[in-house]
């Protein structure tokens, strides 16, 4: 992390306030020059009763990355 141009942290929405402000200190305080960005992860469906299920059940997301 030391030497990257931009820090992302992801998932933002998805963490306690406090600990993602504690994260993005440390980023910080490792590297002071980069830029530090937040984003949250939300996924989106068009089709929610394409994949109804019960209450409870588990989804796995698969992202890909780009380059």
């Known amino acids: 992390m030391r030497s ?3 820090v992302l942290v992801a ?7 406090a ?3 504690r994260v993005m200190a440390a ?4 590297d002071p ?3 530090l ?3 949250a992860s939300r996924v989106t469906l068009p089709d929610a ?8 059940a588990r ?3 698969i992202m890909a990355a780009t380059r």
Do not use: H, S
């Open 11 to 17: 998932k933002a929405n998805a963490a306690p306030e």
């Open 37 to 39: 960005l937040r984003t």
């Open 33 to 35: 020059v980069a830029a």
């Open 59 to 61: 989804l796995i997301c």
């Open 19 to 21: 600990d993602v402000w």
């Open 49 to 56: 009763e394409a994949v109804a299920r019960p209450a409870g």
């Open 4 to 6: 990257a141009d931009i």
């Open 27 to 30: 980023a910080r305080q490792l």
